[in-house]
C-alpha cells in the first residue's frame, strides 16, 4: 500500500462558516472545533470531545446541515496544501483554518487525489470509493487573500483559481463507520 498521509489534526465544524444570507457572507473560522477523535459514517462525522459528542455541520442529521446528497460529509487537506496557501496568501491562513475534518502530514502538494483509497480506524478501516476536490468558494477565496466582503475584483478571482484542483482539499465518500483518530493514515491500495 502507498502511503497518501498521516492524520495530524481532527475537527469539527460546529456551524456553518459563512452564516448569513447569500450575497452577505463572509468566512468566519470560529466554529471550527479540534476533536481528539471522529467517528466517521456515510451521513458524515461526529466528533468526539471530553464533553461529548459532536455532529458537524456537514454530517447529514446537523439540524442545520450543509451536507450535500451525502457526498460532503468528510473531507481532508494534506498539510503540504497549507503551506502552498500560505507562500501565496500569507500567514493567516494556519493548519485547520480551511474546515476540513482531517489534516494530513504530506510533503508539498498532492496532485489530485482519486479512489480507491483505505483510511485506517480503530478497529479496522473504511474503503474509500469516491474522492472529489472541494471547489473553492468566493467567501474563503476573499479570506485567504485579504479582501472585503463586496470584493470580487482581480484578486480575488485569481484566488478562486489558485484554490482550484485540489488545493482546498478533497471530499472523501465511504460506505463504511468507524472511529478515526490522530496517527491513522490515509492509504491507496
Known sequence: MELI????RLQVQTARLKPGPAGARVYDPAPLLPVTELDVGPRGVVGMTADGPVVDVHHADHPDTRNVGLRNGLSVI???HYAWMRAQFGDHLVDGIAGESLLLDTPGVLDPLDGPLVLETADGVLHVGEVAAIPPCVEFSRFASRRGRDDTGPEVLA?????GCGIRGFYLRSPDSGRVAVGARLLRP
Open 78 to 80: 494534506p498539510a503540504g
Open 5 to 8: 498521509g498521516t492524520v495530524v
Open 159 to 163: 484566488a478562486l483559481e489558485l484554490l
